[in-house]
């Protein structure tokens, strides 16, 4: 794998008044997962009069990240080194090992902690919400994951309260999705959430998406 010349490395630039989103991404990250939320929110600096977001990736590496598509991402953050920007919304897209091999990663999964501590969202995508439940963040809260991956998803945290049979849950500051194409649905809602159903439907039609949060199954607790 190709090493990133330091002093070629291009850091995005951080705007002030804006909220920080930071993607989570590490080898075997699942391409939709991944472009659907970033397109959303990265969309939203195209829209006027709202707090728009900052989005950039973090990785435990500035060298390449190859997705489970063969997409290769550099990322713009190494947060195992970097001092980053505060993080106001993490997302964590699914990862091709997210069920195994990743949940043994103690720095990344006292990233994940660390984050959380100040963090005003933490949104997963599919199977990232095994990185969340790992990081004991979704202990008192309902979540859902990858639908044909819920029994695993209870088996391993069984002490969880998991939604089946919806497409996303927001609980407190967590968002979990069941992911793929519906990922863009799960950014939307927050957007929604966020901005107001004008904007979200802005957006929403910017990228052809046919946005109505009440015919979407979905649970949400107050």
């Not at 695993?152 to 309260?161: G, S």
């Not at 519906?182 to 802005?202: D, M, N, P, T, V």
Request: contains cysteine; aromatic residues 10%; hydrophobic residues 40%.
């Amino acid at each position: 794998m190709d090493k990133i010349d330091k002093q070629q490395r291009t850091v995005p630039k951080i705007e002030p008044g804006r909220y920080n989103v930071a993607f989570l991404i590490m080898n075997g990250v699942y391409n939709t997962e991944f472009t659907a939320p970033f397109d959303i929110f990265q969309h939203t600096q195209f829209r006027k009069g709202i707090k728009a977001m900052n989005t950039f990736t973090v990785a435990n590496t500035l060298d390449p990240i190859t997705s489970f598509e063969g997409v290769r991402i550099l990322p713009d953050f190494d947060y195992t080194k970097d001092q980053l920007p505060k993080i106001d919304i993490l997302v964590i897209p699914s990862a091709e090992h997210h069920l195994d091999t990743d949940l043994k990663d103690t720095v990344m999964l006292d990233f994940v902690k660390k984050v959380d501590q100040r963090a005003l969202f933490m949104t997963s995508h599919c199977d990232g919400a095994f990185v969340l439940a790992k990081a004991g963040l979704l202990d008192s809260v309902a979540s859902t994951t990858f639908p044909s991956d819920i029994k695993t998803y209870e088996n391993m945290f069984p002490d969880l309260e998991v939604k089946k049979d919806v497409l996303f849950v927001h609980d407190g500051k967590y968002i979990t999705s069941a992911g793929g194409a519906k990922s863009f649905e799960a950014a939307l809602y927050l957007c929604e959430h966020l901005y107001g159903k004008q904007i979200a439907r802005s957006l929403a039609g910017g990228l052809v998406i046919d946005w109505q949060l009440e015919a979407i199954p979905h649970f949400i607790r107050p």
